[in-house]
T-cell receptor, first 117, second 120 residues
């Protein structure tokens, strides 16, 4: 069974500052890794994912995450945040075990990112 | 709006009553998932369907819970004899099976806004 730990429940930052949201996971098998974001009053949506290949993955709005297998981490970073990035961010993992596992995600507890002007 | 829709958005009920939630997925998606989220926690997997077949149920899903997807389109989640511990947000998500050479949908779930249950 997998587990995901998000080390910070809340992260306050000022606009244009860099931010890192930390995520560690544990699993006995190969995994896929994801970051989902939930903006106020909206459903969860996929921000970025690591399936295979390059360990650095990027989103269209400037976030990036790096898969570190030795440290079992998948931290999310952005060099300069905007007010509109205020949201709750969830790290998630699924087993690389074929079609039945693709959507069966194990989520972390979430990190609330608040960007102040 | 062609996203995943859930109904009702909020439900307040008394302990012991039955409740039913409905989920309408994105029409071309063949997989549908139910998750539960309690305050301060991330979503937890409950069950999923591929077309009309329920392929897996979590141990979190007690006998009081039943989910159906009768025609492979919308789904219902029924909770019988509700308990206060059932109070949570119930999330529905849908997805493609996985995609193909042009796009890989593995792990990409499209979530609805959820149905919040409060059991008094």
């Amino acid at each position: 069974a997998q587990s995901v730990t998000q080390l910070d429940s809340q992260v306050p930052v000022f606009e244009e500052a860099p931010v890192e949201l930390r995520c560690n996971y544990s699993s006995s098998v190969s995994v896929y890794l994801f970051w989902y974001v939930q903006y106020p009053n909206q459903g969860l949506q996929l921000l970025l994912k690591y399936l295979s290949g390059s360990t650095l993955v990027k989103s269209i709005n400037g976030f990036e995450a790096e898969f570190n297998k030795s440290q079992t981490s998948f931290h999310l970073r952005k060099p300069s945040v905007h007010i509109s990035d205020t949201a709750e961010y969830f790290c998630a993992v699924s087993e690389d075990a074929g079609g039945t596992s693709y959507g069966k995600l194990t989520f972390g507890q979430g990190t609330i990112l608040t960007v102040h002007p | 709006d062609t996203g995943v829709s859930q109904d009702p958005r909020h439900k307040i009920t008394k302990r012991g009553q039955n409740v039913t939630f409905r989920c309408d997925p994105i029409s071309e998606h063949n997989r549908l998932y139910w998750y539960r989220q309690t305050l301060g926690q991330g979503p937890e997997f409950l069950t999923y369907f591929q077309n009309e077949a329920q392929l897996e149920k979590s141990r979190l899903l007690s006998d009081r819970f039943s989910a159906e997807r009768p025609k492979g389109s919308f789904s219902t989640l029924e909770i019988q004899r509700t308990e206060q511990g059932d109070s949570a947000m119930y999330l529905c998500a849908s997805s493609f099976l996985w995609g193909g050479p042009s796009f890989d949908y593995r792990g990409e779930l499209f979530f609805g806004e959820g149905s919040r249950l409060t059991v008094l």
